[in-house]
């Protein structure tokens, strides 16, 4: 009881973190550090999104940026056909742009739903070292076949002019669009909670920990795992569709290989199976990414051996990153949250 | 006695050159405890695998209630009222007891796409969970994670999650396995009076307890079952003294 208790202050602390560094942009007029704030959600829905399949489905998927480049690539599709007025497709119905979000979500949704059951249904069959590489081959395929699809832009990618609209907010206030961020991490943070504490939590979890156990109790693993993949990529796509309304751009690039790696290393970092875990992970990423790889050189002196070599190092910052990662592999399987509020359950 | 509950005609698996059952055949009666002993090596746990559907058969037929299950998957054997247990106890370690329980009560009911309510709570699995924790006398440790449960108390555990099936029958793998004599003796009490509710395929090392528990005894050697018979057959049988049972049934 004291242990969900320490969770839970944990959680809160990680939520007024993002909460106190809005409110300081906004007192500071930094409308930057908004910007970093939503960067900071949309990588923690990812998150949300594998943490599902990885955290507590222990299905260790590589291969998480096709569904965020689905994602991505629907909303950007949608918009720009919005923008030329043009329809996407006219048969076998017609599909029309918009620059409606409650519109490009569900398709988002839809579409990464159907990429995942192709791709789990196939790579739901190996397992271990097996199942991370098939997940990061078809990811590759459908970065390629991104790349090779000049329709949309190639590798070059699609421009969006203005951010799609959201009923009763203003598309140019940064602070609004952070704000549907935020609901949208919300809500799929509560999508996940209580699917890991209903029936279906209950056979995933133990899927990972015994298979064996879960079939002779009459339950097909394949069958809970494939459902998981999917809905976890759901999550992830919306976070896609998010991401192109962040940068205004859709491009193959949401899909490579990096991408996969940095939603990993969120999930990892925050803590695996953990509610509160992607979002501690994005904080610290994102985090690390900007004041380590950009904010840090502008402050520290550049004169003198010493400081141009610790501005050469920051240049790779990733390192710093690496050397985290390894530090809460070894150390800390909890990750933040498990080093916050204990109880690390040593897994995956 | 009637119509068998299972009925395993000539289920054969090789590996490679290996032959690791031979042809076998099993039956096992309503009411009845039927235990399979054996050497090590003799191909026990194989067959447990075939029956149970892990592993598919070379040849032969499994009938179950009257209906032909060789081409069913392990779950669907489980749903169909076959419930095992392991040799090596298979538990959710890092869940409780109870959730142990309410898996297998879960999958009894067939229904595990429910993606809303808590299911700790839901009194559906938790009840009935509770029931057969109380059963085999593990109600005081329904909240201990499975991993915090002793060797015996996971044993007792198996056999709440096979309860929770409610089975049509039991295939309980060497369920004595590396308990005291104290929990061995109240085990055997307890299955000894499981047999009203579900007929027991025992695969069992402990003598004391096949011999006091067992209507009907098979004994298999090299994948092969070489006798078949009632306790007094199986312990004045030649071929089985000689084969398995030593000294010890002297």
Same mark, same amino acid.
């Given at each position: ?31 930057f ?10 990588f ?5 999104g ?6 507590y489905?222990?299905?260790?998927s ?24 043009t ?21 988002a949704?839809?579409?990464?739903? $159907?990429?995942?059951?192709? =791709?789990?249904? *196939?790579? @739901?069959?190996? #397992? ?5 590489? /098939? !997940?990061? %081959? ?24 203005t ?11 940064? $602070?609004?669009?952070?704000? =549907?961020?935020? *609901?949208? @991490?919300?809500? #799929? ?5 209580? /699917? !890991?504490? %209903? ?42 569709a998010?991401?192109?309304? @962040? ?84 150390f ?17 | 006695?009637?119509?068998?509950v ?35 090596g ?52 890092e ?20 993606f ?17 924790l ?14 915090e ?20 029958a ?29 007929p ?7 003598m ?9 005894i ?33």
């Open positions: 009881m004291t242990m969900a208790t320490r969770e839970n202050g944990t959680n809160v602390a990680v939520a007024g973190i993002l909460a106190s560094i809005v409110v300081y942009a906004l007192l500071a007029d930094e409308p550090l908004i910007t970093l704030a939503t960067r900071v959600v949309i923690a829905i990812a998150a949300v594998l943490n599902l399949a990885l955290g489905g222990g299905l260790v590589f291969g998480h940026a096709a569904f965020f480049g689905i994602g991505g690539f629907a909303a950007g599709i949608l918009a720009s056909h919005a923008q030329d007025y329809a996407v497709f006219e048969s076998p119905f017609l599909l029309e742009g918009t620059n409606q979000m409650l519109i490009i979500w569900p398709v949704l839809v579409a990464a739903a $159907l990429a995942a059951l192709a =791709i789990g249904a *196939l790579s @739901l069959r190996t #397992s271990g070292v097996y199942f991370i590489m /098939i !997940t990061l %081959a078809f990811a590759q395929m459908i970065y390629y076949f991104a790349i090779s699809w000049p329709r949309y832009g190639g590798e070059d990618g699609l421009s969006i002019y951010r799609n609209a959201f009923p009763g907010a203003d598309p140019y206030s940064n $602070l609004h669009f952070f704000l =549907i961020a935020v *609901l949208a @991490l919300a809500i #799929s943070m509560l999508v996940v909670w209580r /699917i !890991t504490n %209903a029936r279906f939590g209950l056979a995933l979890q133990a899927a990972r920990q015994n298979p064996g156990r879960v079939s002779a109790a009459g339950i097909k693993p394949y069958n809970v795992r494939l459902t998981a993949f999917v809905l976890s990529a759901m999550i992830t796509g919306l976070a896609g998010l991401y192109v309304d @962040l940068i205004k751009f859709v491009s193959p690039a949401m899909m490579s290989w990096h991408i996969s790696g940095e939603i990993m290393i969120i999930v990892i970092l925050g803590g695996v199976g953990r509610l509160f875990g992607p979002l501690a992970g994005a904080l610290m990423f994102v985090f690390m990414e900007h004041w380590l790889g950009t904010s840090l050189k502008e402050v520290l002196p550049r004169e003198g051996a010493f400081w141009d070599f610790i501005q050469g190092f920051l240049e790779h910052w990733r390192i710093l990153l690496g050397l985290t990662l390894l530090a809460v592999v070894l800390a399987k909890g990750g933040i949250i498990g080093i916050l509020a204990g109880g690390g359950r040593g897994h995956g | 006695m009637g119509e068998p299972l009925d395993i005609r000539g289920i054969s698996k090789s590996f490679g050159a290996l032959k690791a059952s031979d042809d076998v055949s099993l039956s096992l009666m309503p009411g009845e405890i039927h235990a399979l002993i054996g050497p090590n003799a191909g026990k746990s194989t067959l447990v695998k075939q029956i149970a559907g892990e592993l598919a058969s070379d040849s032969g037929s499994i009938s179950f209630c009257g209906a032909d299950i060789s081409s069913l998957g392990p779950e669907a054997r489980a749903r169909a009222g076959l419930a095992r247990s392991f040799q090596v106890s298979s538990i959710l370690p869940m409780s007891a109870l959730e142990n329980v309410e898996l297998a009560v879960m999958g009894q009911s067939k229904r595990i796409f429910g809303f309510r808590r299911s700790l709570t839901d009194a559906r699995l938790a009840e009935p969970a509770s029931r057969h109380l059963r085999v006398g593990l109600e005081h440790r329904a909240d201990v994670p499975a991993a449960l002793s060797h015996g108390e996971r044993r007792q555990l198996e056999i709440a999650m096979a309860l929770a099936l409610k089975p049509k039991f295939l309980l793998d060497e369920p004595m396995a590396g308990m005291g004599p104290e929990g061995s003796q109240r085990l055997t009490g307890f299955l000894d009076g499981l047999r009203s509710e579900a027991l395929l025992l695969i069992e090392h402990d004391d307890a096949v011999f006091r528990l067992a209507d009907r098979s004994v298999l050697v090299y994948g092969r079952i070489i006798a078949s018979g009632s306790v007094a057959e199986i312990r004045s049988n030649a071929e089985v003294r000689s084969a398995y049972l030593g000294d010890e049934a002297a």
